[in-house]
């Protein structure tokens, strides 16, 4: 099993920035992916970014391009997203996600077997 703990939310005026952290725990050897997702009121769950464990490689929703950065730190076991510019409509509780499988990027939420417990952030405008 693989614990996720995402920390970094808030409030934040539209155009400002924040960094979320997802720290992984137990069997973490066996993560290949993390990605961050999102879920806003009344709407779906929505990849926002996804990165390889081994090599870094990266994948972003079109919404995010250029604005946002997600980065790991092998040693320390955590995945961060740094997310500058904000938008109002970047609003929603964001997720960490793991994936034990080697292979390409993939965005969909179902082929992620580990989730955290999400972390509130709110843009205000």
């Known amino acids: 099993q693989v614990q996720l703990v995402e920390s970094g939310g808030g409030l934040v005026q539209a155009g400002g920035s924040l960094r979320l952290s997802c720290a992984a725990s137990g069997r973490t050897f066996s993560i290949y992916h993390m990605g961050w997702f999102r879920q806003a009121p009344g709407k779906e769950r929505e990849f926002v970014a996804t990165i390889r464990w081994s090599d870094g490689s990266t994948s972003y929703a079109d919404s995010v391009k250029g604005r946002f950065t997600i980065s790991r730190d092998n040693a320390k076991n955590t995945v961060y997203l740094q997310m500058n510019s904000l938008k109002p409509e970047d609003t929603a509780v964001y997720y960490c996600?793991?994936?034990?499988?080697?292979?390409?990027?993939?965005?969909?939420?179902?082929?992620?077997?580990?989730w955290g417990q999400g972390t509130q952030v709110t843009v205000s405008s």
């Open positions: 996600a793991a994936r034990p499988v080697v292979g390409g990027l993939v965005r969909d939420p179902d082929l992620y077997s580990y």
